[in-house]
Nanobody, 121 residues
Framework: QVQLVESGGGLVQAGGSLRLSCAAS????????MGWYRQAPGKQRELVAS???????NYADSVKGRFTISRDNAKNTLYLQMNSLKPEDTAVYYC???????????????WGQGTQVTVSS
């Protein structure tokens, strides 16, 4: 049973920082794609940042220069360092992974349960 568990969300003032973590556990063969999405109230879920094939990274324009995605492959853990936070960054942040397992070589999509990030003005 594969699980993605996020942590690190919370309440922070505008201009502050938070670091999110996402630990993938279970029987995992490879994680070719892993990233962060967010969903604000009344809005669609959107990509924040991701690792794609190899070590290529992709960021939403709204977070470029403020957020940094990183990963520890040995621990199957993904991070999101968020600096200079703004009230508009307030959302539930979800970890996403497209991964394979020993019993299934077809990559499947997994989501974490989400962690709330609230930025006060």
């Amino acid at each position: 049973q594969v699980q993605l568990v996020e942590s690190g969300g919370g309440l922070v003032q505008a201009g502050g920082s938070l670091r999110l973590s996402c630990a993938a556990s279970g029987s995992i063969s490879s994680i070719p794609v892993m990233g962060w999405y967010r969903q604000a109230p009344g809005k669609q879920r959107e990509l924040v940042a991701s690792f794609t094939s190899g070590d290529s990274t992709n960021y939403a324009d709204s977070v470029k220069g403020r957020f940094t995605i990183s990963r520890d492959n040995a621990k199957n853990t993904l991070y999101l360092q968020m600096n200079s936070l703004k009230p508009e960054d307030t959302a539930v942040y979800y970890c996403n992974a497209i991964l394979t397992t020993p019993s299934n070589r077809i990559p499947l999509v997994y989501w974490g349960q989400g962690t709330q990030v609230t930025v006060s003005s």
